[in-house]
């Protein structure tokens, strides 16, 4: 069975998953490369470890923007991946969260940092629908603080 395919393309893809490997699939590359080769943000988590997260896919994948995580005051979540390939931090500590109907709770983790930063991406995308991926990126290394 095949799906329905989709009316246009994404412009952001947030992936809050990570697992340990020290180079990217080839499938995953392969993937990436094509969704920003049609224009699309690829967001990513940087995983949970507390180590370098260049042994983490698809943290360590290129054409990817690495997401990791900080506390409302902006210092290094103890969890985080680290490492020279984050490109920015967000909030991932005590992240108010949905957990079903009429309840609420608070996680952690770079799985919420992720798809905060994919936020701001996509309102970047939608004031801004000709930006590229590389274009995003640099704007959000650049203004991040």
């Known amino acids: 069975m095949t799906g329905t395919p989709l009316p246009r393309r994404a412009d952001v893809i ?18 990436i490369d094509y969704a920003v080769s049609k224009g699309s943000v690829v967001v990513v988590a940087a995983g949970n470890d507390s180590v370098d997260a260049s042994i983490y896919s698809p943290a360590n994948c290129k054409n990817v923007i690495t ?5 409302m005051s902006g210092t290094k979540a103890y969890f985080t991946n ?5 490109d920015v931090g967000a909030m991932g500590m005590s992240v108010l969260t949905l957990s079903g109907p009429d309840d609420v709770s ?5 799985s919420f940092s992720s798809p905060l930063t994919a936020g701001v991406v996509a309102l970047l995308k939608q004031h801004y629908p000709d930006l590229s991926p590389a274009v995003v990126e640099s704007m959000l290394k650049s203004t991040a603080g």
């Open 106 to 110: 608070f996680w952690n983790g770079t």
């Open 14 to 31: 947030n992936l809050s998953l990570s697992g340990e490997t020290t180079i990217c699939p080839t499938y995953m590359q392969s993937a």
């Open 67 to 71: 997401v990791g995580a900080v506390s």
């Open 82 to 86: 680290r490492g020279n390939n984050i």
